[in-house]
């Protein structure tokens, strides 16, 4: 098994599975990567796909993820400026990876919700 305890902070910054994860299976950045599937969004597009997404987290999430090479961030000229957003390689290859999980999740969905509900009726007597 590969070690992922960690005794300190310092630790945790030097985990591969914390560094690299953390950076793209929380809501967001899955959502966002998700977004850019098909093809090149613009912002406003992506929120739009999304929806409850505020535009301070969704630019936060989009630089963090174009940081890390998962997306590319293209400026074109013109008037308006168009801004897109598209997948890379690297951002291709995590969602070929993360879309059977996602799959598994909405296969999954009501089993889960029937054992939270057990769970919550357990706690509750």
């Given at each position: 098994?590969?070690?992922?305890?960690?005794?300190t902070?310092?630790?945790?910054?030097?985990?591969?599975?914390?560094?690299?994860?953390?950076?793209?299976v929380?809501?967001?950045q899955?959502l966002?990567?998700?977004?850019?599937?098909?093809?090149?969004?613009?912002f406003?597009?992506?929120k739009r796909?999304i929806?409850?997404?505020?535009?301070?987290v969704l630019t936060?999430?989009?630089r963090?993820l174009?940081r890390?090479?998962?997306?590319?961030?293209t400026v074109?000229?013109g008037?308006?400026?168009?801004?897109?957003?598209?997948?890379?390689?690297?951002g291709?290859?995590?969602?070929?990876?993360?879309?059977?999980?996602i799959?598994?999740?909405?296969?999954?969905?009501?089993?889960?919700?029937e054992n939270?509900?057990?769970y919550d009726r357990?706690?509750?007597?």
């Open positions: 098994m590969l070690s992922i305890t960690s005794l902070s310092a630790d945790g910054q030097l985990c591969p599975v914390r560094r690299v994860l953390s950076g793209v929380g809501k967001w899955s966002i990567l998700l977004s850019l599937e098909d093809e090149p969004q613009r406003s597009a992506i796909l929806g409850d997404i505020t535009q301070r936060e999430n989009l963090d174009e890390d090479g998962y997306v590319t961030r074109s000229d008037s308006p400026v168009e801004v897109h957003y598209a997948l890379t390689a690297l291709r290859e995590f969602l070929d990876l993360f879309k059977p999980l799959g598994w999740a909405v296969q999954r969905r009501a089993d889960i919700e939270r509900a057990a357990k706690r509750a007597d």
